[in-house]
């Protein structure tokens, strides 16, 4: 079921991910909020809170106060902030238990001698695992402490697990992740993002047992793990790049096929932790041997052909500056048919295919054979294309009534999961093959969401997951698309008659890129300079310095790649 949200959740997700990004370069403590540049995954910041431990003689709200500063900084398993806490429960606190983000507006009240409430509006939470969610509504939550003296100075005696920061200083503390889980077919890592104090010394540890953990929930049915159930993590020291991890559990039992994949598991996701270079895999402290299998090594983030794929002046091809290179056995089949649009893929091996929609219905086109058509239905939208080889369709007007078809296997249709929706601007498969990203009109507002593909043992789309709802900007849908692997791209038609251009990262935070005007289309390629608008008059813009700037013109169709 898609979750209920509201437009100030969204432009407060907004307001934090601009505090994330201004992170790069110092928070501003006042001010208007600005439009932030594209998320990235390379900016490393080592900045550490140094709070003090408590003064003597400080009063209950003091010390509540001096502990909420205090678990700001992770270091040394938090020990300035535990240094707040009474003998008694100083080992029980677990503050990796999650985080409660809030913007603003937080409030003290004494409940009695010895316990005090502190009630915090949530915009977003963290849990144990690094799963970040946002909150649909900013309702007040209380927590509570109490207090005991030792040794005539205030202590905090109980208090919730887990941690409490505005959202500036979350983009000081935390850092996102991903996680990397196989599709069914082991041949694709799909990411699932989570976040972690980036300067912790346990924050290996912590990715390596949220990946043993499994993957989100609503990844479920289109990811496997390659580690049993049962595994544990006894730690993941660093030392001189190299991550050990030290797994426990059922893990010998494994087959070696199995403990190499446990290895490209752990190597993609701790690959990502800064100072990290090698990790290698070791069982109740005895360092597994591994023989490379010779199986191809699966893909973590397919990527496409970085030039414009365009329909121009009667040609199909890949564009840069003033020429354009054709697609051999492709672009003139392609330019051949009425053209509406166009999707394109060479990730399945040996295999090129370009999917065209005309106004008769959807056609694929592949060398060596003549276009055939696949969908007759009437007021199909954009169709898409996935690893496997199969062409997605759907009308535009029937966002339920989902169709995939694939060169010599019957075509099959399913329903698709987002009910109330009553029109579908786009439907476009990752290049991982495991998530779908679809852009919606529902109760006459736009809803941009996930959900994971569902395949039978050939792999076959046999259905979807749960959706989950993104952040998308104001007014009409006009088309989403994805960024890279770790994030999408929404625009919306405003009141204003401006395009709003969205950015979300998936399992993560909210950009408002810089508006545009009169776009028809949104294509992604492998990275937020890659995104490419295609606007009404045949231009094609990028963004540079936070406006868009045009890269070409005359362009009748824009392709997306996959």
């Known amino acids: ?114 316990s005090i409430d502190l009630k915090v509006s949530p915009i977003a939470t963290v849990d144990a695992d690094g799963e970040y969610s946002t909150v649909p509504a900013a309702a ?12 005539g100075q205030w202590r905090i005696n109980t208090a919730p697990d887990g941690i409490v920061m505005l959202a500036n200083e979350f983009a000081e503390v935390y850092n996102s992740y991903p996680l990397y889980f196989f599709d069914p077919s082991y041949q694709r890592l799909v990411p699932d993002v989570r976040w972690f104090p980036r300067v912790a010394s346990n924050t290996g540890t912590r990715i390596a047992r949220a990946l043993i953990n499994g993957p989100s929930a609503w990844l479920g049915g289109a990811v496997v793990t390659a580690f049993p159930e049962g595994t544990g993590v006894t730690s993941v020291p660093v030392d001189a790049g190299l991550a050990s991890v030290d797994l426990s559990g059922p893990v010998l039992d494994s087959s070696e096929a199995t403990l ?79 053209a509406t649009s166009i999707a394109f893929s060479d990730s399945v091996p040996g295999l090129q295919l370009a999917a065209v929609g005309t106004a008769a219905g959807v056609y694929a086109a592949a060398p060596s054979s003549t276009p055939g058509l696949v969908d007759d239905r009437p007021g199909l939208i954009e169709p898409s294309l996935d690893p496997e080889g199969f062409v997605w369709t759907v009308p535009r007007g029937s966002p339920l009534d989902v169709r995939v078809a694939a060169g010599g296997r019957t075509p099959s249709s399913f329903t698709a999961t987002w009910d109330g929706a009553s029109e579908i601007v786009s439907l476009d498969v990752s290049r991982d093959g495991a998530r779908v990203l679809a852009f919606l009109t529902m109760d006459g507002e736009p809803r941009l969401v996930v959900a994971s593909v569902i395949r039978d043992k050939d792999g076959t789309p046999t259905g979807l997951g749960e959706p989950v709802d993104l952040a998308e900007g104001p007014g009409t849908a006009v088309d989403a698309t994805w960024v890279d692997s770790l994030s999408v791209a929404s625009a919306t038609l405003t009141a204003s008659g401006d395009n709003a251009i969205v950015q979300q990262q998936i399992g993560g935070t909210t950009t408002q890129l810089a508006d545009a005007s009169d776009v028809v289309s949104l294509v992604g390629s492998n990275d937020v300079v890659g995104l490419r608008v295609l606007a009404s008059d045949g231009t094609i813009l990028q963004q540079s310095a936070n406006t868009w700037q045009v890269r070409a013109a005359d362009v009748a169709l824009l392709a997306t790649q996959y």
């Open 1 to 114: 079921m898609m979750r209920s949200r509201s437009r100030a959740l969204i432009a407060a997700m907004a307001s934090l991910t601009v505090l994330l990004l201004a992170g790069c370069v110092g928070i501003p403590s006042s001010g208007p909020v600005e439009k932030g540049d594209a998320l990235s995954t390379t900016d490393e910041i080592d900045i550490i809170f140094q709070p003090s431990g408590p003064g003597v003689d400080e009063s209950q709200e003091d010390i509540l106060n001096g502990f909420i500063r205090a678990a700001l900084n992770p270091l040394n398993n938090f020990a300035v902030a535990r240094s707040f806490l009474s003998k008694s429960f100083s080992d029980d606190w677990k503050p990796d238990a999650g985080v409660t983000i809030d913007q603003s507006g937080r409030s003290t009240q004494a409940v009695s001698e010895t």
């Open 260 to 338: 190499e994949r446990m290895q490209v598991q752990l190597r993609a996701s701790l690959l990502t932790l800064s100072g990290v270079s090698t990790v290698r895999l070791t069982v109740d402290s005895t360092e597994v041997p591994l023989a490379t299998s010779g199986d191809a090594a699966p893909v973590t983030s397919p990527r496409v052909d970085s030039r414009a794929l365009v329909l121009r002046s009667g040609q199909f091809g890949f564009f840069t500056g003033s020429s354009l290179t054709p697609i051999e056995g492709i672009s003139d089949d392609v330019a051949s048919l009425p």
């Open 140 to 151: 007040p939550v209380t927590r509570s402490y109490t207090f005991v003296q030792e040794d």
